[in-house]
C-alpha cells in the first residue's frame, strides 16, 4: 500500500508548490542558480525541477496503492516499457481533486515521450486550473457538428476542431466549474505538444505517446484522451450488476470521423496484408511510419498529415451506482474486453491488488491469443470512487453488453456521458492467428530531403 507515495515532501519546512513550482530555500539557506546544457531549448520543466516533482505528496506514479487507486505497469517483451502511469491526489491543491493518467509510448523515444507528457501535462493542467478560462475562449475551438455518431437525448453533443465532445446537460448546473476544467484539458494538451516539439533533447519526429487523462473533482469527472488508450467506468444498472460504460473511444485511424480529416490533410489510411483489420496512418508518399492511431503527442512527421493532439473530452457527474474507474494502455484491451476487467476489479482480493490483476490477466492473455507475437507493455490507473478504502464492489457482475453501436443509453437516474466505437469493448477476431505488431510499423523513417 502506497509504496511508491512520495515522500519527504510533508514534513516540517519550506512549502514546495504544487505545480512544480521552485523550492523555496529555508532561512539561512542560499539556492545555487541551476546550470543550463549548453544548446538545450527554453523550457518550464527540467533535470533540476525533476527531483523535486517526484518529491510532491499524492503523486503517484510507480507500481503501488493508496485508499482510492492501484496502479500497475509491467514491461512488454517489445523492449523499454514505454507505457507510463500517475495518480495526483489533492491535486491543484484543491481538497477531493484526483487527477489520473496513462501515456503509451510509441517510436524509437517513446518511453522518454511518454514520461515527459507524464510529468509535464498535470503541471499545464495545473497552472491553467488557477486562471479562470471563459466559455467565449473555449468555445473558439470548438465547433458545433454532430458527426456520425448518436447520442441520447440527455446528452449535448460539441466538438472540438471538427473532432467530438460529449457533454451531459447536468453540467450546465456547474457551468463555470466544469468549463474551466474542460478549456484547461484543452489547452494543456495543445501547449503539452508544443512544448515537445521545442526539446531539443527528446526526438519526437517519429515517436510520441498516447493519452488518457481524466480529472475528479468532488462528483465531477472530466476525460481528456488522445490515441487508443482508455477509460472504463464500473457501474452498478436497475438489476444492482455491476457493468461497464465506455467513458472514451479509441481514435484509431479508420474511425470515420478520423477518417475523414486524415484523407482531407492527404494522409493515407490502409492495413497492412500480414494484420488485418489493423488501419494505420501513413506519409502521402512513403510507406512510413504506419502509426495505428489518429491522435497522438509527438510524431510530428504526420502532424501535417492528419495526426493532430486535441483531446477527444467527455463530462459525466457521478452518481452513487459509479464505483470506480479504470484507465489503460491497449496492451490490456487489446486481449481483455470491458466486461472481464470489470470483472477482474470485481473480483480482487483487495483494491491494492487490482492494478496488478488486471497486468497480469493480461499478459496470459497475449500469450495464449497471440503466441507468435510479443506481449505488450502494460499499464494501469484503477480509482474507486467512495470513500471505503476496504470495500469492493457489493454488486453482482453482469456479463450482459452494456455498449451499443455508439453510445451507452443511460438509466433514467444516471447521468452518463461519452461515445464508443462499434463494437470497441469486444476483442478484434481479424487479428487471431496473425502476428500482431507495434504500434508503430518497424519500418524505414522517413527522413525530409534537404533543399
Not at 354 to 361: H, I, S, Y
Not at 418 to 426: I, L
Request: hydrophobic content about 35%.
Amino acid at each position: 500500500m502506497g509504496s511508491c507515495l512520495s515522500s519527504g515532501g510533508g514534513g516540517g519546512g519550506s512549502r514546495r508548490a504544487l505545480h512544480g513550482g521552485p523550492h523555496v530555500p529555508g532561512p539561512g539557506r542560499r539556492r545555487r542558480p541551476a546550470k543550463r546544457r549548453s544548446g538545450s531549448c527554453s523550457s518550464s520543466f527540467d533535470n533540476t525541477e525533476e527531483p523535486l516533482l517526484h518529491r510532491i505528496p499524492g503523486r503517484m506514479f510507480l507500481n503501488g496503492s493508496t485508499d482510492i487507486a492501484s496502479l500497475f505497469s509491467q514491461q512488454g517483451k517489445k523492449g523499454p516499457n514505454q507505457d507510463a502511469m500517475i495518480v495526483w491526489e489533492n491535486f491543484g491543491s484543491m481538497a477531493d481533486t484526483v487527477f489520473c493518467g496513462v501515456f503509451d509510448g510509441h517510436g524509437p523515444y517513446g518511453h522518454i515521450v511518454a514520461k515527459r507528457v507524464r510529468d509535464l501535462l498535470p503541471l499545464k493542467l495545473g497552472s491553467h486550473l488557477e486562471s479562470y478560462v471563459s466559455p467565449e475562449e473555449v468555445l473558439k475551438e470548438i465547433s458545433l457538428n454532430t458527426g456520425d455518431r448518436k447520442t441520447s437525448e440527455d446528452l449535448v453533443h460539441i466538438s472540438a476542431n471538427g473532432e467530438s465532445r460529449v457533454y451531459n446537460k447536468d453540467y450546465l448546473k456547474d457551468q463555470d466549474m466544469v468549463q474551466t476544467l474542460i478549456g484547461s484539458i484543452v489547452k494543456a494538451y495543445r501547449f503539452m505538444d508544443k512544448e515537445l516539439k521545442m526539446q531539443v533533447d527528446v526526438d519526437c519526429f517519429s515517436s510520441g505517446t498516447t493519452a488518457v487523462t481524466m480529472v475528479k473533482q468532488g462528483r465531477h469527472l472530466v476525460i481528456g484522451n488522445i490515441g487508443d488508450s482508455r477509460a472504463v467506468l464500473g457501474t452498478r444498472n436497475k438489476e444492482n450488476k455491476l457493468v461497464p460504460f465506455q467513458l472514451t473511444e479509441d481514435l484509431k485511424p479508420d474511425v470515420p470521423s478520423e477518417a475523414e480529416r486524415i484523407k482531407r490533410c492527404k494522409g493515407r489510411i490502409f492495413a497492412l496484408r500480414d494484420e488485418p483489420g489493423v488501419a494505420r496512418l501513413w506519409l502521402p508518399n512513403h510507406n512510413s511510419p504506419g502509426l495505428a492511431m489518429a491522435r497522438a503527442f509527438g510524431d510530428f512527421c504526420l502532424k501535417d498529415f492528419g495526426l493532430i493532439s486535441v483531446p477527444d473530452v467527455a463530462y459525466r457527474r457521478l452518481t452513487e451506482k459509479d464505483e470506480f474507474v479504470v484507465l489503460a494502455s491497449d496492451g490490456i484491451w487489446d486481449v481483455l474486453t470491458n466486461e472481464e476487467v470489470v470483472e477482474i476489479v470485481t473480483k480482487a482480493a483487495t483494491r491494492s491488488s487490482t492494478g496488478r490483476a488486471l497486468v497480469e490477466a493480461a499478459v496470459r492473455n497475449w500469450r495464449w491469443k497471440f503466441p507468435t507475437s510479443k506481449v505488450d507493455d502494460c499499464a494501469v490507473v484503477c480509482l474507486f470512487l467512495d470513500s471505503q478504502p476496504n470495500r469492493l464492489s457489493t454488486a453482482s457482475f453482469s456479463k450482459e453488453k452494456h455498449i451499443s453501436n455508439a453510445v451507452t443509453e443511460p438509466e433514467p437516474d444516471t447521468a452518463s456521458t461519452s461515445t464508443s466505437t462499434p463494437d470497441s469493448g469486444t476483442g478484434s477476431p481479424e487479428l487471431n492467428g496473425v502476428k500482431r505488431i507495434d504500434t508503430l510499423v518497424n519500418l524505414p523513417v522517413y527522413v525530409p530531403t534537404k533543399e
